[in-house]
Each structure stands twice: as C-alpha cells, then as structure tokens.
C-alpha cells in the first residue's frame, strides 16, 4: 500500500503543471455534502467539483442508476442507434424548458463541446460566420470555446491564434464598466445594448452575424446575474437581424439558480440552449437544445462524436432529473438560498468588513461576495480602500479550506463564489457559513 504523501508526490513528478490544483491531495471519497482526502482530512464541499455534484456526491439513486446501466449497455454510438436512457433523458428534460419552443435535443460530453455545437449549428443554419460573445463570459478550453471565452486571458494566453469571426462586447457586471457596484440594472443594460448596436453598425454587420453567446449568470467571470431586461433586449436585437441567441446554462442550468433554467425567470427564448455540470450529477454529459425546425437543417452526420451521449451518463442524468423533482430540491434551493443571502447581507453590515466587501450576490445557489481590491494592485482598484490587504478572495479561500470548508474563487476580481450542493441540509449550510465568517474576520481584521 502506498501512502498519501507518496502517491501526491508521484502526481507532482507525473502530471502536468498545465493543470493547476487547490488542494494538493488524493480525494477518496465523496459522500453528499463532503469529501474526504487521502490524508484524513474531511472537507464540507461548497465547490461540487465546480458545480457538477449538485445533488451531493454518490447520490444513491443515481449511483444505483448509472450501476444498473453498466449491467445494460454501456456504450451505444449515437449515430448507429437510439438507447432508451437517451430518449428517457428528452422526456424528463422536455417539461423543464424555459420556452415550450425548445423541442430538439442531442447530448454531448463536456460543456466546451456543447458550445463548439452550438457554434457550428448557428453558423451552419444561418450561413452567417460571425459570433458575438460578452466580456468576463466563459465558455470552455477547446478552441472555438475558448475563442468565446473573454473571462481570464491564462485560459488564451499562449495558445493564439484563436477561431477568427468572433466579437466582444461589454456586459452588464457594474466592476467591468467601470461604474459603482449600486448602479441601476437599466444603467447597465442601457449602456450594454447600446454598444452592441454599435457593434453591429460599426464591426460585424447583422448579415455576417450567425449568432450572439451569452452565459445569462456570469460563472468564471464573477457570478453576475444578467438582467431579464438585458436578455429581452439581446432578443430583440436578435430578432430584427435573423441572429441566433445561444444561452450557455451551462453552470446556472439546472436547478442550480432555483428555476431549471435562469431563462425561465426573464421568460428569454434561447434559440440554442446549452447545458452540462450537474445535469447528470457527475458523470460526464452535455446537452445542446434547440428547435427541431432549425436542428432539421443540419446534414446528417455533420453532429456527434463516439462518446456523444453515454447510456451510462444518460441513465445517471434521468435519475438525477428524477431526484430533482421527488425530493422537492428545488424548494430546498429556494429556501437555503434566502438563509445564505441573509448570512452574507448581515456580515456585510460590520463596519469592521465595510471596506473589504463590495457585493454580495447570485441567485439560488450561485452566490458570490465580491471582495475589494487593494488600490494600486492592478485595473481593478477602483472602489477600494487602501487598509484592504491583497488577494483577499483567494486568502479567504485557503482559510475556509484550512478550517474544513472547500470552496472557490472566481473570476480577475477578489471573488468568492458558492456552489454548495442544491439538497444541502439547512445545518450543512450554517456550518459553512460559519467557516466562511471566521475566515473572513481572521483575513480581513
Ligand atoms: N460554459 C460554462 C458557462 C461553463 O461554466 C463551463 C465550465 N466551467 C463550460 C462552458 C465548459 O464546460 P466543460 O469544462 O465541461 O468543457
């Protein structure tokens, strides 16, 4: 038997610097809201593998699912047959659509090729080579994804020269336009729509726009909210000139908001909608929706891949979808969201943290506090104080992960973001939350 320390150090000689790693350690075991290491420690985990465990690690019925269909067929090539889980997973998913005009479906694997998808099939149905896509979004680290993504340059950066036809414009996050962190959702939309008209008369004209991606709640970039009256007027926009409308719901799908799907709250009709992380709880699958008028225009066999839509993904993701709606996790959602948001809103009032935090917020379980940063630390200082120490977020991050609570920074800003699980208990919750204030009150002082 080989001990922790060893295997870690035989990783470190054996596996790519390319990927980075918040705790350098051997994971063994994940059970609902925790997991345990190698080296003894047990963590409450308010990271879900970024979001992907939504219904807590190994969830029984799941787990039994995906076990039952290995006993099945495992692999079923999507373009020599259909498999029943494949076409169960259309059933469950069809009645959780945010617009009843979503009627096509075909699975993937990872999100980045969900978006490449939805790429070529805006590109393909329109005839139009020009993509539209918004800064601080993420998107993936394939290359037409990753020429999408305007959230980090380390995800671009050395990796040039990126899919061309691609356009960005300025999304409404208050810290990326410059304004305070009060400002009015009309303010930003206003400002957000009026460039990408601009955009449209000024650098990519609407006859060689083939569609316009948005990740409708900022993940990578900070998790921010678009306003509904933000993605009425992409909609309208879209309309006018014949241009796709692909929502990447590819982090805030399912349940993870408090809705299926964070269109469902503006009522938004995605021409393309994409989905991934904790659709099947774990096992690795995507999905990419759209209308079976527009999907019909695709060749046969221009989509899918060998892996496209694993029975045992599929088959995992029914029970998930399942789960959802039997153990009411959406209202455990609603519920647990409104004791985070109030824990947050209360440690804000210190005056002690007045200075250091500049935001709270998210929706459902997608929360985020946003950090200042110290002046004169780079572009991003400029509500800040000069009594708040550096990398604020990440030191917070650490300290909670020292005190037995795992969770993530996000985007270039001193962000903290919560992706606990949606069935977290309301005891699970405090304790994190807890851990959470603690580590702040001992990074901040
Ligand atoms: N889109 C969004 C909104 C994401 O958050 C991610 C992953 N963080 C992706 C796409 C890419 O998904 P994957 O890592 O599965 O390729």
């Known amino acids: ?226 306003p509904a009256e933000f993605l009425h007027g992409l909609r309208e926009i879209c309309d006018k000139h014949g241009i796709l409308l692909i929502i990447d719901e590819v982090q805030c799908g399912f349940g993870r908001t408090g809705k299926h799907y964070y269109s469902e709250y503006s009522g938004i009709r995605p021409d393309i909608l994409l989905s991934a992380k904790g659709l099947a709880n774990g096992f690795p699958l995507s999905a990419v929706i759209s209308r079976k008028e527009l999907t019909d225009k695709l060749a046969p066999g221009s989509m899918g891949g060998t892996y496209a839509g694993n029975a045992v993904s599929c088959a995992a993701a029914v029970a998930t979808a399942d789960a959802l709606k039997e153990e009411k996790v959406l209202e455990n959602v609603d519920a647990r969201s409104k004791e985070l948001f109030a824990a947050l809103n209360e440690l804000r009032k210190d005056p002690k943290l007045a200075p250091a935090i500049l935001d709270v917020r998210g929706k459902g379980l997608m929360v985020a506090v946003e950090f200042a940063s110290p002046v004169g630390s780079g572009p991003y200082d400029t509500f800040t104080n000069p009594s708040v120490p550096e990398k604020l977020a990440s030191r917070v991050a650490s300290k909670c992960v020292e005190k037995g609570l795992l969770i993530l920074t996000t985007s270039v800003y001193e962000v903290i973001r919560f992706i606990p699980p949606l069935n977290i208990s309301k005891e699970d919750l405090a304790k994190g939350v807890e851990i959470f204030k603690e580590a702040v009150y001992e990074v901040v002082r």
């Open 1 to 226: 038997v080989q001990s922790h320390d060893s295997l870690v150090k035989f990783g470190d000689q054996h596996v790519t610097a390319g990927l980075g790693r918040l705790v350098n350690a051997v994971l063994t075991k994940g059970e609902g809201s925790y997991v345990t290491f190698g080296d003894g420690r047990k963590l409450l985990d308010f990271a879900c593998g970024i979001g992907v465990t939504s219904l807590g690690h190994c969830h029984p019925k799941v787990s039994k699912a995906a076990a039952d269909q290995c006993m099945n067929v495992v692999h079923v090539q999507c373009s020599i047959a259909y498999h029943q889980p494949y076409l169960e997973l259309i059933q469950r998913l069809l009645p959780m659509m945010p617009h009843p005009s979503l009627d096509s479906f075909f699975f993937w694997t990872s999100g980045s090729e969900a978006v490449e998808a939805g790429i070529k099939m805006a590109r393909a149905i329109t005839g139009r080579q020009n993509i539209i896509n918004m800064q601080g979004a993420y998107h993936g680290r394939t290359m037409g994804a990753m020429a999408v993504t305007k959230s980090k340059t380390i995800y671009s950066a050395g990796f040039h020269p990126l899919m061309p036809g691609t356009f960005t414009v300025p999304y409404p996050y208050w810290h990326q336009l410059g304004v305070p962190p009060d400002t009015p959702a009309s303010e930003l939309t206003k400002t957000c729509l009026n460039q990408l008209n601009l955009l449209l008369s000024q650098a990519t004209a609407p006859k060689d726009t083939a569609a316009i991606i948005i990740e409708p709640v900022l993940g990578e970039g900070g998790y921010v909210p678009a």
